[in-house]
DNA sequence: ATGGGCACCTGGCTGC
DNA sequence: TGCAGCCAGGTGCCCA
């Protein structure tokens, strides 16, 4: 999916189409996604207003009225704007229809996404309660991460990829971040310095900062509120391009598993 | 506590 | 052309 950049930009697009606005209907037309939609959720919403929106890690939160929508949008989902008439397509799941004669609509081939719902503070619900802190809190600094990773055997990249340590790093950014920082992803997380520390916290939020400016990024399904691709693709340095020459030096970019998932890295700039 | 592997699901691509 | 096999932006859960 869609990793934090690829939310923070879905949140941006809808955001000014929601805030103010309120629920008209909420149509399911497939409550099986990673968890079903309860089946009460829409009689629910109706008539509450959108208050504000957020982002914790990767769930989308739309604030409302009485209570607050926590969205994943998994591994291929995508949010759009869209008005209330525009016909449905495949994997069309879910309408939010709201009162401008807008709807916000969820796409999701994988069906790995999901809809939660909450009363009480988001932020203590047990999908959110337990998360590492967000990338650009002050909280997550180079000591942080020096200390979180002391006692890790597992390699440095699983560790960035893992959401009660860090937040929003999947597997796009945590490769591309671990080129900028010149650490190689299979690095045992206890062996990795101070200094690479201090790299990889800079690297992190430069990537994720650059990946939002641009969009996000799309490999496949993912495309922002306006249906518009992120162009982050075009930027990368290492992700999918195994066998090319790296940007930077020139030595072909090598792949690896790690944990069932791709890694990529140049093993001459990385270490 | 930590780490590793699996499951959930659809579609696109590769190679026989 | 058909089809099996493998791979893909995530992450909660179960087991050792």
Same mark, same amino acid.
């Given at each position: ?6 939310? &923070?930009? +879905?949140r /941006?697009?809808?955001?000014?189409? %929601?805030?103010?606005? @309120?629920?008209?209907? =909420?149509?399911? !037309? ?20 959108v &208050?504000? +929106?957020? /982002?914790?890690?990767?769930?989308? %939160?739309?604030?409302l @009225?009485?209570?607050? =929508?926590?969205w !994943? ?10 008005p ?19 709807? %916000? ?7 790995f996404?999901?809809i ?27 000591d942080?991460?020096?200390?979180i ?7 440095i ?11 929003g ?7 591309e ?15 990795i310095?101070?200094?690479e520390?201090?790299r ?11 990946a ?22 075009q ?31 140049c093993?001459?700039c990385?270490?």
């Open positions: 999916m869609p990793e934090l950049p690829e939310v &923070e930009t +879905t /941006r697009g809808i955001e000014p189409h %929601l805030v103010g606005r @309120t629920v008209v209907a =909420l149509n399911v !037309h497939e409550p099986r996604l990673r968890w079903p939609i309860p089946a009460g959720l829409a009689v629910e919403l109706v008539g509450q207003r &208050e504000r +929106t957020g /982002r914790r890690a990767k769930y989308l %939160l739309i604030e @009225t009485r209570g607050t =929508l926590l !994943h949008l998994g591994m291929s989902g995508s949010l759009r704007v869209l209330a008439c525009a016909p449905r397509g495949a994997h069309d799941h879910v309408d939010l229809v709201l009162d401008s004669g807008f709807l %916000l609509r969820f796409n999701d081939p994988r069906r996404g999901s939660h719902y909450t009363t009480g503070d988001p932020h203590t619900h047990p999908l959110l309660g337990r998360l590492a802190p967000e990338p650009f809190d002050r909280e997550f600094d180079a942080y991460l020096w200390r990773t002391r006692r890790r055997r597992a390699a990249k699983t560790l960035l990829m893992n959401s009660h340590l860090v937040v790093v999947g597997n796009i950014y945590a490769n971040a671990l080129f900028r920082a010149r650490v190689r992803p299979q690095r045992a997380a206890r062996t310095t101070r200094a520390a201090r990889l916290v800079r690297s992190i939020r430069a990537v994720l900062t650059v939002i400016r641009a969009g996000g990024t799309t490999l496949r399904d993912y495309v922002g509120a306006d249906g518009n691709p992120g162009w982050f693709r930027r990368l340095y290492v992700y999918e391009r195994d066998g090319k020459s790296c940007r930077r030096c020139r030595t072909p970019v090598r792949a690896i598993t790690q944990g069932q998932r791709s890694s990529y890295y093993p001459a990385q270490r």
